[in-house]
């Protein structure tokens, strides 16, 4: 049997290598993006997420079945956790190297909720060690000339296809910014150095100084066989803040210190949380632990319990908050109500096909728990009855706590269709219009949502309109959008049951809109700008160019017999938009 430093080196080093492995992919996306290689970018996005869970089980699997007989050896495992510590501790990102111990502990003993004895249970940050590479240009007399520099010292700076109008473009917008406030101009551009990659997009992210004050800067950019070209400045705190957002996918982007990094981003993310902003930085299990911390720590300083969330109750998922913290925990039941026919497994592979797809800044990043320990006392009797006998398989009691064997934690939004009542109205015309425009930027990634009601979407502090029901979400490749046929004889229009034939897939947008249940004073707006979603032909348009595109994102698809169900088969559902189909008009 090795030593408890033998073991602690050989948990540690195989963190080490996951972690090269995981710049190396990072390091990857440069090159996609000179090469507009989209297809290898969603490769290795994937091959990212995927790479941590590997790694955890070849670490346990390095470790041996010795040590995993040892499980009752606390005293062995107490040294081999101060081992590691002292391994570790001056390491940049120790805090990654602690996660990942906690990952191969939790996956050797199947720890329920934490033990400290096996795990570590505080995060160091603020005690960052390292830096950011950071490049300032000093803004001097010329803005113009700054900017020129920015744009020329980029690694892809010789490939943009018209570095004049690139400057001249990014000067004016910050010149813009900066006069429209009354502080002249900036008097630095300081930029971390590291290029964010996502997509097929690359992002230089930094600040501008002056005047004592703090602006974000973004700058996007775009490759086509024109040149890589400027596709938007950013300079507001809310629109970098959604960038940065957990409806997005992951940033690539080679940072040496993340830590570090995340210290920077907050100088003018205040408000953003810290595990939100390491998920997006691709660092989804640091995210993880962090969110939970950050949970630990809101229950000892709140005395709230925990209710059901707002909004109408899901038939196949229990969703509960702690009105004080803004996270819902979603628990599968154990039956679903008609008409849903998917199963658990379903359920689970639609939230899995989330995670590894495009999320579009549409879709809510759902992080996937097992085995939470939460206090008993913290729920509302109701909310804990209906846990423990309608999602059995996910909930039990154990001494004091409530035991959430598996749980989605994600974001709380405001459900739109109570938002649409409460908001001022030129706030529930925003939203219904930005409701559309989800909708379009979904199909654009290939995404179907399945259920368009409007209690499956929500809406984000920054008036944001987001999707978050996923059991019946699937590509919209997998659909088949139909116009609506016409009746032809009495019979056929009168008829209370569908006298025409349908498949599993097909969808009739045509329908649509006498089951959306858009408030009346909102709808004249919304038909202004989005009356086409209410024809088949501009879905099977949407599926036209997903299917022409050279390297569309087609290939991760979640499983197509259960997406297929998805599309239609639930057809009796009133509660189910895109299962419309069945039904004639009422
Ligand atoms: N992220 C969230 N923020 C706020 N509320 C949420 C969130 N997710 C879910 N909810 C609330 O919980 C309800 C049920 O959640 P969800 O739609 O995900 O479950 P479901 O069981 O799949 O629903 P359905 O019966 O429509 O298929 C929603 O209608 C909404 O009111
Ligand atoms: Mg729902």
């Not at 209710?307 to 004080?324: C, K, N, Q, Y």
């Not at 026919?341 to 990043?365: C, I, K, N, P, W």
């Not at 999707?467 to 019979?491: G, K």
């Not at 858009?518 to 024809?535: C, M, W, Y």
């Amino acid at each position: 049997m090795w030593s408890p430093r033998e073991y602690a080196a050989e948990i540690a080093e195989n963190f080490r290598a996951y972690n090269e492995e995981f710049g190396r992919i990072t390091r990857r996306a440069a090159l996609n993006f000179l090469a507009e290689d989209w297809a290898a970018g969603q490769r290795d996005a994937v091959a990212r997420i995927e790479l941590y869970e590997e790694r955890v089980t070849r670490c346990v699997g390095s470790l041996g079945e010795e040590l995993r007989s040892e499980q009752d050896n606390l005293p062995l495992w107490i040294e081999i956790k101060r081992a590691y510590e002292t391994l570790v501790a001056r390491r940049a990102d120790s805090d990654f190297y602690r996660t990942f111990f906690n990952s191969v502990t939790r996956d050797l003993f199947g720890t329920v909720g934490v033990n400290p004895a096996v795990e570590f249970c505080a995060t160091s940050v603020g005690r960052a060690s390292g830096a950011v590479p950071i490049r300032v240009h000093r803004v001097g007399t010329s803005l113009l000339g700054a900017v020129r520099e920015v744009l020329a010292d980029l690694p892809f700076g010789a490939a943009i296809g018209d570095a004049d109008l690139a400057a001249r473009r990014v000067s004016a917008e910050i010149g813009r910014h900066f006069e429209s406030g009354v502080r002249g101009a900036p008097e630095s551009i300081e930029l971390i150095e590291p290029v964010f990659y996502r997509g097929m997009q690359a992002y230089v992210v930094g600040r501008l100084i002056g005047d004592g004050t703090i602006t974000p800067l973004v700058i996007a950019f775009g490759n086509s066989p024109q040149g890589v070209r400027v596709d938007a400045v950013m300079l507001s705190r809310a629109e970098v803040g959604s960038l940065f957002g957990y409806a997005r996918s992951y940033f690539h982007v080679d940072l040496p210190v993340v830590s570090a990094a995340i210290t920077l981003l907050r100088s003018f993310m205040p408000r953003k949380p810290i595990d939100e902003l390491y998920t997006v930085l691709g660092r989804a299990k640091q995210g993880k632990t962090e969110r939970y911390f950050a949970l630990q720590r809101h229950l000892t300083t709140s005395i709230d319990s925990f209710v059901h969330a707002p909004g109408e109750r899901g038939l196949v998922m229990i969703v509960f908050t702690l009105p004080s913290h803004d996270l819902v925990f979603k628990v599968i039941r154990d039956h679903f109500g008609a008409p849903k026919t998917s199963t658990r497994a379903d359920v689970m592979e639609r939230y899995q096909f989330v995670f590894r797809h495009d999320r579009a800044g549409r879709l809510v990043d759902a992080q996937e728990f097992k085995r939470l320990r939460l206090p008993r006392a913290r729920f509302m009797p109701g909310l804990a009855e209906e846990l423990l006998r309608d999602a059995s398989e996910s909930s039990r009691i154990e001494g004091e706590d409530l035991i959430v064997e598996h749980c989605y934690i994600e974001r709380r939004l405001r459900p739109l269709n109570l938002f649409l009542r409460e908001a001022d109205p030129a706030a529930a015309e925003a939203a219904i219009i930005d409701y559309g425009a989800a909708l379009r930027d979904l199909a654009a990634s290939n995404v179907f949502p399945g259920d368009l009601l409007l209690k499956n979407f929500g809406v984000t502090s920054h008036g944001r309109v987001i999707f978050y029901d996923y059991d019946e979400l699937c590509l919209l490749t997998e659909c088949v959008f139909r116009d609506l046929p016409q009746p032809r004889f009495e019979e056929e229009e009168t008829s209370a049951e569908p006298w025409f034939h349908y498949g599993p897939r097909d969808v009739f947008p045509e329908q649509w809109l006498q089951f959306l249940g858009i408030p009346s004073g909102l709808l004249e707006v919304f038909l202004k700008a989005h009356a086409e979603l209410f024809t088949a032909s501009w879905w099977r348009a949407q599926v036209a160019k997903i299917i022409e595109a050279p390297a569309s994102p087609t290939s991760s698809a979640p499983n197509s017999s259960a997406a297929a169900s998805s599309a239609a088969a639930s057809s009796a559902a009133a509660s189910s938009v895109a299962a419309s189909v069945a039904v004639t008009s009422a």
